[in-house]
């Protein structure tokens, strides 16, 4: 059974950096991608980022490109969502999450290409 643990996150104002951190635990493949998701109160969970486990693909929403990068530990099976430049906009909760198999490219944004899911953590950009 996978099961993913998140820690990090807070409180941080605009223009500050935060990271979060995914460990995946049960996980026996090595293909598969990893995503981050968010969703804010009274809005629909949005995708954010994703990574394949083997570093060849990568993706990222357009309103956190060039802000927002996904690192990853395979050693440690861990995967990062490193936050710069952070705006009101981004506070929301923040879910890592573990694809279904080994997802195409263009599904890697899409909600139901993942199972299953972190408990989410809450990120807070205000001054």
């Known amino acids: 059974q996978v099961l993913l643990a998140q820690s990090g996150g807070g409180l941080v104002q605009p223009g500050g950096s935060l990271r979060v951190a995914c460990e995946v635990s049960?996980?026996?493949?090595?293909?598969?991608?990893m995503g981050w998701f968010r969703q804010a109160p009274g809005k629909e969970r949005e995708f954010v980022a994703a990574?394949?486990?083997?570093?060849?693909?990568?993706r990222y929403a357009p309103s956190v490109r060039g802000r927002f990068t996904i690192p990853r530990d395979n050693a440690k099976k861990s995967v990062f969502l490193q936050m710069n430049q952070l705006k009101p906009e981004d506070t929301a909760v923040y879910y890592c999450?573990?694809?279904?198999?080994?997802?195409?490219?263009?599904?890697?944004?899409?909600?139901?290409?993942?199972?299953?899911w972190g408990p989410g953590t809450q990120v807070t950009v205000s001054s």
């Open positions: 049960g996980r026996t493949s090595a293909d598969g991608a």
């Open positions: 999450a573990s694809s279904r198999g080994n997802p195409i490219f263009s599904s890697l944004d899409k909600v139901e290409t993942y199972d299953p």
């Open positions: 990574v394949s486990w083997n570093g060849a693909r990568t």
